[in-house]
Structure formats: structure tokens, C-alpha cells
């Protein structure tokens, strides 16, 4: 049975505007539906990185030039590569209208935002019935996985289905052409920070370009530059992508192993603990308004919820450890409800896929669908 125009317009939607990034804009963030508020920009250089990637991060976060001249010159001295070669892929990218058009400010007034609706178009039988598939045909590549990342096959299996349900929904839009667009010619003059972010990501595609890794004059993916089952952007292929099938090549496209194992490797080097639910098996304080989090990282402590009239069961638990809980609210401004919750660290690693918390608590949600 095919979905109807209107669906196939939602999850079009859901797919395309979330995406893994190292960039210090994740401005895919702010154009899903129903968006959350809670789209905070987020610093690669996370504690949990080697020394190696935070030092390679530094790098993807160093600004290049608006100044076309000026910038191919940066990037060949930045990644080593040909002035010739950078400078052909740059002066044949076009500028894409609908890309800017996507990637253009609200002017209409802020959009209310409702957790009901956005988490109803990510519950969708159509993405639902995907993951069904991708589970069973993947389950030994799962299991695999689990084990050796200690990433659950169904939060794996989610992201790829919330992303771009199962492959079906990649994106047509030329990544050589989006990122020069919106590095160069972004709708949002009031945001240099987001041109900047994409001309680093722009110099990332042309080294891979340049290592053979990805054609940049063929590569197709999201308006916003993202590719492959499971949006990788650019940085996020150099650093996080993993060639899980063995066959000596990254391909998030083709390859659903490969997509699975990335995805793993991305959560876990953004934090992702082995065993630990993404939502604390507890109940909330007597007030959870009072100590609700805002930003992208966990502050509490469990000592410290306790206070405020948390309460769990007996026993240890990892969630219980340090600094890894934040009091999240699920609003819905519509209809005037809110929902909260306690968010563990692995929550948290999830916002790094996407800096929204109706992103990753929609993740957690479809991914006990899928369990």
C-alpha cells in the first residue's frame, strides 16, 4: 500500500532535518516538525573523547574564510589536499535555491511546540513496519554490535528508522551544493556562526572527496548536507563512521552494517554507557519544574533528586553514579501539558545525534516499540 502525499510529506520531514553532526551548529535541529526549544548548541570536544578526536575536533572547529580565494587556499593547508582539487569542487558548486529556502529563519511567528504531535508522526505504522524488517534482517549484526559497543539493537535500529526510515528517505539534494550554499550563502545573515560551521563541513566533504571516500560531484543526501541511512554529516564520516561489512570501504548508503556500527560508534564516543537505561527507572520530585535542566548535558545527581522527593527502588544502579541524571520536560504548549522525566547520560548522548530533546526522547520511545 503506498503512503499518502501528506504522509509522505511528515516523514520526509522527520528524516531529512536530523542528523548526526560534529558541527558546533546542529541547525538541522531547529527545522523538525513541532520543534523543541531545547536545540542548544553543543561543543565537540566532549570529556569523553580520546585526546586524539578532541584535538581533531579543535581543528573541524577553526574558522575558514568566507572569502572563496581565501578559503580554498585554508582548506588545502588544512587537510593537505591540491589547490586544483579544492578549487575545482568549490568553483563548480551551484547554489541551491530550495536549500536556502528549507534553511531559511521562521518569520510567521514561533511555532508551539507540541511532544504529542512530534512524537505521533515518529510512532507512524509506515516507519514502524520498517523497523520490524531492518530488525529481524540485521538481528545477528545487531547482537554483534550490542555486545561490542553496548549500544541496545533497538536504539541503533531507531535512530536509522527516525532518520530516514530504513533508507527510504535519504534526500536528493547535492551535498557539494547544499554546504556550499549554506556556508557561503545562508538564508540567516544574523547567524555567522551557522556559515562558518558549514564551510567547515564543506572542507570536510572535499577531503573526503579527495581520499576516494565519497564523490562530492554525485553525493546525494539531505538539504542540509547530511547522507546515508543514517545522516551522517561530513566531520561525523571522517571521525565516527565504521566499514562494518569488512569490505574495505564506509558506505552508509549501501551498506545497512556499516550504518549500524556507525551509529554505535557515534553514541559511544559521545558518551553512551554500556547498560544504563535512557530514562531512570524512578519517580520524579514532588517538583520537577523546579530542577528541570535546559541545556544539552546532565547535572544531577541522584543524591541530589532524592532531595527533592525522587524515589527508586533499592539496589545500585550506573544511572545512580556521578552526575549522570537531568530533569527533562516533554512540553505541549497546545495543549498546555507538560511531561517530565529523568533523563540518564545515555538520554544525553542521544542529543548529540540531534540537539533536540524531543529528538532523542522520541528515540528512546520508538526504540521500546521496535524492543
Known sequence: MKPSN????????????????????????????????HQIATDTASNELPNLEVLSADLERRPLSANKTVFIEE????????????????????????????????TNGRVKRSWTTYRKQVMDPIRIRGGKSFMQRNASTLAEVEQQYGVPAEIIGSIIGVETVYGNYMGSFKLLDSLYTLGFYHPDPNRPDRHQSFRNQLAALIKLDHQGKINAHTELGSFAGATGLPQFMPISIMYYAVDGDNDGRIDLRNSEKDAIHSVANFLVKHGWQRDMPVFAPASLPANPAAVEGK???????????????ARSGSGTASWKNGRNLGVINLMDE?????????????????????????????VADFAQTLK
Not at 509522505?8 to 526549544?37: E, H, K
Not at 544539552?296 to 533528586?305: A, D, I, N, S, V
Not at 498546555?336 to 522520541?362: L, P
Open 6 to 37: 501528506t504522509l509522505l510529506t511528515i516523514v520526509s520531514l522527520l528524516s531529512l532535518t536530523a542528523c548526526a553532526s560534529t558541527s558546533s551548529d546542529l541547525s538541522t535541529a531547529n527545522l523538525n516538525p513541532q520543534p523543541d526549544s
Open 75 to 106: 582548506v588545502s593547508q588544512r587537510y593537505n589536499v591540491p589547490v586544483a582539487h579544492v578549487a575545482g569542487l568549490v568553483n563548480s558548486a551551484q547554489i541551491n535555491s530550495q536549500t536556502q529556502r528549507l534553511m531559511a529563519p521562521n
Open 295 to 309: 541545556g544539552l548535558e546532565p547535572t544531577l545527581t541522584w543524591q541530589e533528586l532524592e532531595k527533592h522527593g
Open 334 to 362: 497546545s495543549q498546555g501539558r507538560n511531561e517530565y522525566r529523568i533523563a540518564t547520560q545515555n538520554f544525553f548522548a542521544i542529543t548529540k545525534y540531534n540537539n533536540s530533546y524531543f529528538y532523542a526522547a522520541s
